[in-house]
Nanobody
Framework: QVQLVESGGGLVQAGGSLRLSCAAS????????MGWFRQVPGQEREFVAH????????YYADSVLGRFTISRDNAKNTVLLQMNRLNFEDTAVYYC?????????????????WGQGTQVTVSS
């Protein structure tokens, strides 16, 4: 089992920035690739970003490319999501997730463990 706890969400004005953090515990963190997802009520959970086990390779949804940055610190068992130039459409609950898959995966079904989510609200 891997326990994931997100933090860092909140209310921010459009154009502002937030940094989300996800702390992992349980099994060896570096054995998992990590992802961030987000979900708006009434909509499906959507992929945001992925990072491989070493942190060397990242992949982003088109909607956040160039604005969001995913990173990880395996020594601290933490994955981060730096979000810049936020807009109203970024408002959602953000989830971090862990996967044992070796390839880059964007489907929610490919992730094995999930955090409880943190709310991000962008005011226009």
């Amino acid at each position: 089992q891997v326990q994931l706890v997100e933090s860092g969400g909140g209310l921010v004005q459009a154009g502002g920035s937030l940094r989300l953090s996800c702390a992992a515990s349980g099994r060896t963190f570096s054995n998992f690739a990590m992802g961030w997802f987000r979900q708006v009520p009434g909509q499906e959970r959507e992929f945001v970003a992925h990072i491989d086990r070493s942190g060397s390779n990242t992949y982003y949804a088109d909607s956040v490319l160039g604005r969001f940055t995913i990173s990880r610190d395996n020594a601290k068992n933490t994955v981060l999501l730096q979000m810049n130039r936020l807009n109203f459409e970024d408002t959602a609950v953000y989830y971090c997730a862990a996967t044992v898959a070796y390839n880059t995966v964007v489907a929610t079904t490919s992730y094995n463990f999930w955090g409880q989510g943190t709310q991000v609200t962008v005011s226009s």
